[in-house]
């Protein structure tokens, strides 16, 4: 009989900033359209992730591309409490605005954990999958 393994079942949740799955090990984050990720907002979403985890920690895709702006104290947050559960973080981007801002996140902020920045999700998976559970 196979082995029930929870980091590889899959489950979602949809909240009013985010859609959280977690698919084949691989934690996935979508970002719903936001003018500014500020403090408060990135609290709420990091509350949120903590609590759909439920102790256990993934490699993490972060899909931003809908986010207009964060303010800096969010980046910092993100940085450091965002990043708890997380062994690996993949940056989804699409506009060079956003390349600039998670550019400047990875080089300024200094996140915890590996951290690359991607324009297309299949890439940001095949990077995540190293990092997967065994």
Known sequence: MAKFDKNYETKSKS???????????????????????????????V???LAFKEGVPYPSLFDIQRV???????R??????????????????SSPMLRMM?????????PKNPTRMFTDEKSAV?????FREK
């Open 47 to 49: 509350k949120e992730r």
């Open 15 to 45: 909240t009013d900033y985010v859609t959280m799955k977690v698919h084949d090990g691989i934690f996935y984050m979508y970002y719903k359209p936001l003018r500014l990720l500020d403090i408060h907002i990135a609290k709420a979403i």
């Open 126 to 130: 095949e990077w995540l999958t190293q």
């Open 76 to 93: 910092d947050y993100m940085a450091d409490k965002g990043n708890d559960l997380v062994q690996a973080s993949a940056i989804m981007v």
């Open 102 to 110: 998670a550019n400047f996140y990875i080089m300024v902020n200094r």
């Open 68 to 74: 207009e702006h964060s303010t800096k104290e969010a």
